[in-house]
C-alpha cells in the first residue's frame, strides 16, 4: 500500500481530518478509505496492505498431472529429434487420455520450467505474407539440405513436399543432387501421385538455368508436361518457407541418431528416390487435409510417356555409396518427421 493510504488513515485515526476530507485531500475514493479504516482497526497498519484478488479456488486451473505431463513430453520428444511445440504436446496429451490445455498455456508452462529459449531478434511470423495452394497437387515445393555422416562425408538430401497437405512426397540422399536427380525423382512421383499444376523452388542450377540463358532437364520436363514453374526470389528463402521448415525437422530428427558411415550399404537404398509412408508422432497441426494420391484428370501432352522413359533411363548408373550410406536414416527420418502444416509457413 503506498504511503498516502497509511497517511490518510492515520490522520482520521488521530481526528487531524474526517473521513471526506483525507478522501478529497489524497485523492482516495471515500468508500475504499472506509475499507481500510476497518481494516486498521481490526490489524493495524499491515492490515492495511493489498490483499491477494486471486480466487480462493481455480477449477480450471491445469492439473500437476498436465504439467508434468508437458514438461516430461518436452523432454522426450526432444531428445528424440521430433518436433516439441505446444501444438505437437497438446496432440500427444489428447492422444493419452488427459485434458489439453490451450497451446498458450503449455507455453507458459514450458516457458515456467525454462524449456523454451527466447528469440528477441526472430522476425514476427506476423509479418509475412502466408500462403497454401487452394488443393493437393496444385503446387509441389523442392530444396535439398546438406547433411554430414559420421566419417565427415558431406551428402544431400532431395525432398519434395506438397505445398496444399504438407504430405512429403519423395526424399532421396546422393552425393551431389544433379539435374538428373531432380527429373527422375519428380517423374517417379508423377507416375505415383499424379502431376501437379505448378511447382516452387529456389533458383539452384539443378531447378533453372533461367540466370545462364539457357534451360535444364527440369524445364524442358516441365514444359513438355504443361507444368508451371515457379522460383523464389533471390536470397529469399522464405518463400519456399514449407519446405525449408521440413529440413529443420529433419535435420533435428536425424541428429538424435547415429549417422551411417560412406561404406554402408543396403539394397533399398539403389532407388533413384525414395517416397516415403508419412506415418508421423505428432499432429498434422492443421484441419485434416487430404494427400495427393489420385492421379489428376488432367491431360498429358503425347510425348510425357517418352520423357518419363527418357529420364529414369539417362540417370547415371554409378554407384553412390555416400548416398547409400545415408539413404535408409533418411527413409527413416521422414517417416517419423511428418512436417505439421500451417505452423512454419512464410
Known sequence: MSSKHEVAVLQVVSGQLTVSQAARKHGINRQHLHRLLNRYRDGGLDAIEPRSRR????????TPQVRNRVITLRTQLTSQGHDAGPVTIAWHLKHEGLQAPSTSTIRRILHQAG????????RPR??????????????????????HLSDGT????LNWLDDHSRYLLGCAAHSRVSGDHVAATFTELINRYGPPASTLTDNGAVYTARFTGGHNRFEHLLAILGITQKNGAPAHPQTQGKIERFHQTLKRWLAA???PSSNYSASSTNSPTTTTSNAHTGPPTGPPLPTPTTPSRRRYPPAHCQVRTACVTTKSTAPD?????????????????????????C
Do not use: G, M
Not at 131 to 146: E, G, L, M
Open 55 to 62: 480466487p480462493h479456488s481455480s477449477p480450471h486451473a491445469t
Open 154 to 157: 558431406d551428402i544431400e538430401i
Open 115 to 122: 524449456l523454451i529459449t527466447s528469440q528477441p531478434r526472430k
Open 321 to 345: 555409396t555416400s548416398a547409400s550410406a545415408a539413404q535408409a536414416a533418411c527413409t527413416t527420418s521422414v517417416s517419423a518427421a511428418h512436417t505439421p502444416p500451417h505452423r512454419y509457413c
Open 257 to 259: 541418431r547415429p549417422a
Open 126 to 147: 506476423s509479418s509475412y505474407v502466408r500462403f497454401q495452394a487452394a488443393q493437393p497437387n496444385a503446387c509441389w515445393q523442392s530444396d535439398f539440405t546438406h547433411w
